[in-house]
């Protein structure tokens, strides 16, 4: 193995609280910063600011779901999605 693990800075996997507005309400999400930072990639590659982005997931999530069980999860997936999807194409 190559150390994919070890080699990566403690930063990276230390979790971030921030605050968002979703609807009009401010919610605190905790994520590692690794995400947070994809999070702001694929919110520049659409052209929207990170929140916006966030809160699209959401409403995404609740209009398919009726219910956002674990949100947080749902970004970390979101961004695994991402990835998945640029290297496949």
């Not at 150390?3 to 309400?25: V, W």
């Not at 956002?68 to 749902?74: A, E, G, P």
Request: negative net charge; proline residues 2%; hydrophobic residues 35%.
């Amino acid at each position: 193995m190559d150390n994919l693990y070890f080699d990566n800075p403690t930063s990276h996997y230390l979790p971030i609280q921030k605050s968002i507005r979703i609807q009009g309400h401010v919610t605190s999400i905790s994520l590692e910063k690794l995400f947070w930072d994809l999070l702001d990639q694929i919110a520049e590659s659409q052209g929207v600011k990170r929140n916006q982005f966030i809160a699209s997931l959401y409403i995404e999530a609740l209009n398919h779901h009726g219910d956002v069980k674990n949100f947080t999860s749902l970004l970390r997936s979101a961004c695994v999605q991402h990835i998945l999807s640029k290297e496949n194409g």
